[in-house]
């Protein structure tokens, strides 16, 4: 039986090399369009109007969600927009990361059932120019997404418009 060149397995190994390139590069750039899509506001726009209150406009997902990358306490967090939930809910892997103190325990009632939750506060949530102070919220351990439900807590204090498929939050008039 004849053995190879070594031309010929350089060849080959080249190929696959390239072929595995290929798809990193793909997979990379395919990430980035995914990403984008489930969250379109992770660079969030937003603007001073002409009240002088500060204002976050944000996009639609595909599935019809509202998401995006903001912070709290200083940290870099992706929040799903959520007015059926009363407090904002936080997971607890991201509540230990995030460094926020457990006040007692309490039952809620989530779409996913009856489960028990910790108070906590938050002392500086952002999103683009918006800053919240004192902040009610849950540490739910049930829950194992890495997103944040940003509930009425905070949503109370903003002023919040539809219009099509985009959402702008705006700071409340302060009186």
């Not at 070594?6 to 990430?31: C, D, E, H, M, Y």
């Not at 102070?133 to 905070?154: C, F």
């Amino acid at each position: 039986m004849p053995q190879p060149s070594p031309t010929n397995q350089l060849g080959k190994a080249f190929t696959w090399i390239a072929w595995l390139l290929a798809l990193a590069i793909l997979s990379f750039v395919f990430q980035d369009a995914l990403e984008e899509q489930f969250n379109p506001n992770q660079n969030p726009q937003y603007q001073v109007n002409e009240q002088g209150l500060n204002e976050v406009i944000l996009k639609q997902n595909r599935q019809g969600h509202y998401l995006t990358t903001g912070s709290i306490n200083g940290i870099n967090v992706t929040f799903l927009l959520d007015t059926g939930a009363t407090q904002v809910s936080i997971p607890a892997h991201l509540a230990e990361q995030l460094n926020l103190p457990q006040y007692g325990s309490f039952r809620v009632q989530t779409a996913n059932g009856s489960t028990l939750v910790y108070r906590t506060k938050i002392d500086e949530l952002r999103i683009g120019n918006i800053l919240l102070y004192n902040i009610d919220a849950n540490i739910n351990p049930s829950m194992q997404t890495n997103e944040i439900l940003l509930g009425m807590s905070a949503l109370r204090k903003l002023d919040f418009q539809q219009t099509g498929k985009q959402l702008i939050l705006r700071e409340k008039h302060a009186f």
